[in-house]
């Protein structure tokens, strides 16, 4: 995995699916391995705009189960399933920490 910039070096990845929603954040990669879904699927998630470097943001949960994600990656918007929303791992923006 690439190193963190930025000071958030203090900053633990975690999945995007775990992100609050609002808080303002950074991909840090993508999950690694698996099988060949999780592989396409991966390959989908870098295709669209997550990848390493660009800043995420929970924006929106389905109600009431809270799936799908709407998620703002750079300028754009998906939804995502939570599975497939815990496959990109975000460290939180330093700014974003304190919210």
Same mark, same amino acid.
């Given at each position: ?16 699916? #775990?992100? &609050?929603?609002? @808080?303002?954040?950074?991909? %840090?990669?993508? *999950?690694?391995?698996? +099988? ?29 189960? #809270?799936? &799908?994600?709407? @998620?703002?990656?750079?300028? %754009?918007?998906? *939804?995502?399933?939570? +599975? ?16």
């Amino acid at each position: 995995m690439n190193q963190p910039r930025d000071g958030a070096a203090s900053s633990q990845a975690i999945g995007l699916d #775990a992100l &609050p929603r609002g @808080v303002p954040a950074t991909v %840090a990669g993508l *999950a690694e391995g698996g +099988h060949d879904s999780v592989r396409a699927m991966v390959l989908r998630l870098m295709e669209i705009g997550f990848l390493p470097g660009e800043p995420v943001r929970v924006i929106a949960s389905g109600f009431p189960s #809270a799936d &799908p994600l709407a @998620v703002r990656v750079g300028q %754009a918007t998906f *939804a995502l399933r939570r +599975h497939e929303a815990a496959l990109v791992q975000v460290r939180v923006d330093a700014a974003g920490a304190g919210a």
